[in-house]
């Protein structure tokens, strides 16, 4: 077995190997480090290509048989043979994969080649490199793999390899934490056998390709977060009365509204919860129903097919919207909660959106009032003006309201959830004169895309809630002791341990793991202490770092902890402190690490900012002084 390292500097020889690149992958020819988690991605063994292809300098898929193979001479010098992973025939295969070592990642790519023509110019070629990519998705990952060369020490052995005794050789390609791509999830694998002017009328073999992981690390099982009500029904427009026809092509009309296009004349649906409104000050109407407009789109309101989503057109400003009426009915508001507005909002780039606008919100009031935006309740609007602002795709917005305003409104009114656009862009010509090429005109409409509709008040879990119940108690215990003894497995400090020593960055591990919620210490490693905190805070005792009781770790619990350095440390609450008897550095510590507490979900710890106070320096100084003179009496 021949292992070809690349290490960080360059120029630099070592026996065989030789340091070639700023990365540290690792090839292996003819032999193999064990692999975990191993996917085919082609075998080629029901006699197809499974989804891969070869490029035209590459001459082409052929298959006889078991393997695959170049169909005609390599015309150039970078043929590929390649495979999005979402058009592969084999099952098991994933769209996408990350490169990484962590659970659920790939570190290593393997293949069989087989040169059954490799031309003189090429054996003579020290220089001569395969290459191999993924592509699509996160930044250029390209590793080479050298194929002309029995150590592979590039430009130094030139005495050709084994491939020219038309046999396999397998190739295994690991990945490093410094390599481009590391963490990324891509669509594309690509391998280029050989890559060279030199390769022109090469013929080769490839088989038996997979993906891999360098290491056997297990995830421990992930607490799902239960899902929270959506306060809007219907919001993603899934649930449809009466579509006809059933299967209709491109989109439904939905009832109610004013659209007539020619294409989808006769299509029509009812969208469940939810109501068409609109305004039409210049008599637009009539027009596209039966006028001089007729079979126009200027006024299309749809639900697509595929979609999925509600499309709203618009032109010389004609208003077209949908609005779901009374959405708080019967429901009980938290008003110390903070509820998300959330929707998807795309644009079709390709119209006329210079003098068209659009808005959302939720409002109070009934008839007109409803979907007036002056009604909407604070924070909850959205109203846009430029264009330029809005993606072509549907992107997720999120506007936050307060509970106390959701409350407030309820109190006040009916609740409702509206959304609408209007053009002002004028029709040439109408009434009266318009122009054939004017009825329907991508140049004159606007049109918009909404889906996904929601307003949920986010699960907010107390810390060390790590089964994520909504309280802590002894079943959080449990599972923290369950799973820092391995949980049947290897213990929590060797999986930690094992990934951090391939590379990976602490924090990472922990996510990878489904670990990040049990480190209440924060110092990115969960361990006894963990647990001993989770059972400290089950039996009652404060939040650490929570030095005022208040349930969050903030810049309040900093100035607890300043008045009080190097008082007893019985005037902070039992559990927020470090147990060394004062108020020191290390409570400081506790406080800086677990800033951010109670984390709302998605939203961890570690992300929050941590102020830095600019006293901390010397108060420190002051600590260290005064514990220094104790120790001097």
């Given at each position: 077995?021949?292992?070809?390292?690349?290490?960080?500097?360059?120029?630099?020889?070592?026996?065989?190997?030789?340091?070639?690149?700023?990365?540290?992958?690792?090839?292996?020819?003819?032999?193999?480090?064990?692999?975990?988690?191993?996917?085919?991605?082609?075998?080629?063994?029901?006699?197809?290509?499974?989804?891969?292809?070869?490029?035209?300098?590459?001459?082409?898929?052929?298959?006889?048989?078991?393997?695959?193979?170049?169909?005609?001479?390599?015309?150039?010098?970078?043929?590929?043979?390649?495979?999005?992973?979402?058009?592969?025939?084999?099952?098991?295969?994933?769209?996408?994969?990350?490169?990484?070592?962590?659970?659920?990642?790939?570190?290593?790519?393997?293949?069989?080649?087989?040169?059954?023509?490799?031309?003189?110019?090429?054996?003579?070629?020290?220089?001569?490199?395969?290459?191999?990519?993924?592509?699509?998705?996160?930044?250029?990952?390209?590793?080479?793999?050298?194929?002309?060369?029995?150590?592979?020490?590039?430009?130094?052995?030139?005495?050709?390899?084994l491939q020219t005794d038309g046999a396999y050789h397998t190739y295994t390609i690991q990945r490093a934490p410094t390599d481009a791509g590391w963490g990324s999830s891509y669509s594309v694998v690509r391998i280029d056998p050989i890559n060279t002017s030199d390769a022109v009328g090469t013929l080769f073999s490839i088989d038996d390709v997979k993906l891999a992981r360098s290491n056997d690390v297990q995830a421990f099982p992930a607490f799902v977060e239960p899902v929270p009500p959506n306060l809007i029904a219907n919001g993603g427009f899934d649930a449809l009365t009466d579509p006809t026809p059933p299967t209709a092509t491109g989109a439904w009309n939905i009832n109610g509204s004013n659209g007539n296009f020619t294409l989808f004349q006769g299509q029509t649906v009812t969208v469940d919860n939810w109501g068409v409104h609109f305004d039409d000050p210049n008599n637009l109407v009539p027009a596209v129903n039966g006028g001089e407009l007729n079979g126009s789109f200027y006024l299309d309101t749809h639900r697509r097919v595929a979609g999925g989503d509600v499309t709203l057109n618009s032109a010389m400003g004609y208003l077209n919207g949908l609005v779901q009426e009374n959405i708080l009915s019967g429901v009980t508001i938290d008003p110390a909660a903070t509820y998300e507005f959330s929707f998807d909002l795309g644009q079709n780039a390709g119209t006329n959106q210079s003098q068209a606008s659009f808005q959302i919100g939720l409002t109070v009031g009934t008839g007109a009032d409803a979907t007036n935006p002056a009604n909407a309740i604070a924070g909850s609007l959205l109203d846009v003006t430029d264009f330029s602002t809005v993606p072509n795709a549907k992107t997720t917005n999120t506007l936050m309201v307060s509970g106390a305003d959701l409350l407030a409104a309820q109190s006040s009114g009916q609740v409702n959830v509206f959304f609408q656009t209007r053009n002002l862009a004028a029709i040439p010509g109408f009434p009266g004169s318009v122009a054939s090429g004017d009825v329907s005109s991508t140049a004159i409409v606007s049109q918009v895309m909404i889906d996904n509709l929601s307003l949920i008040s986010p699960n907010v879990f107390p810390a060390g809630d790590v089964n994520k119940d909504g309280v802590v108690d002894q079943a959080d215990v449990d599972v923290a002791q369950l799973y820092l003894d391995g949980d049947g497995g290897a213990t929590a400090a060797v999986r930690q341990n094992t990934l951090t020593a391939a590379g990976n960055a602490a924090a990472a591990v922990l996510a990878g793991l489904n670990l990040t919620d049990f480190d209440l210490t924060g110092n990115d490693f969960f361990d006894a202490a963990d647990v001993a905190a989770i059972a400290a805070l089950a039996n009652g005792a404060g939040l650490p770092g929570d030095f005022n009781s208040d349930g969050f770790v903030n810049a309040a619990d900093y100035t607890v902890w300043r008045d009080n350095l190097n008082a007893p440390e019985s005037v902070l609450p039992p559990g927020t402190g470090d147990n060394s008897g004062s108020v020191d550095p290390g409570d400081y510590t506790i406080w800086k690490n677990n800033f951010g507490s109670p984390a709302v979900s998605g939203l961890s710890a570690s992300t929050a900012a941590v102020p830095e106070p600019a006293t901390v320096g010397m108060l420190l100084l002051a600590c260290a002084a005064a514990a220094v003179a104790r120790r001097v009496r």
């Open positions: 077995m021949i292992e070809l390292r690349r290490l960080l500097v360059p120029g630099v020889f070592f026996g065989i190997l030789a340091i070639s690149s700023v990365d540290a992958s690792t090839t292996t020819l003819d032999g193999s480090p064990t692999l975990f988690e191993v996917i085919n991605i082609g075998d080629f063994n029901d006699g197809t290509a499974q989804g891969w292809t070869i490029n035209p300098l590459g001459g082409g898929v052929f298959l006889p048989g078991t393997e695959l193979q170049n169909n005609d001479p390599v015309s150039g010098g970078d043929p590929t043979v390649s495979l999005n992973l979402n058009n592969s025939t084999l099952p098991g295969v994933p769209s996408t994969v990350t490169l990484g070592s962590l659970p659920g990642q790939y570190d290593i790519v393997q293949f069989r080649l087989r040169f059954d023509t490799l031309p003189a110019a090429a054996i003579a070629n020290t220089a001569v490199a395969g290459d191999q990519f993924f592509l699509t998705g996160g930044p250029n990952a390209r590793e080479p793999f050298y194929v002309n060369n029995g150590t592979g020490i590039q430009g130094v052995d030139t005495v050709p390899e």
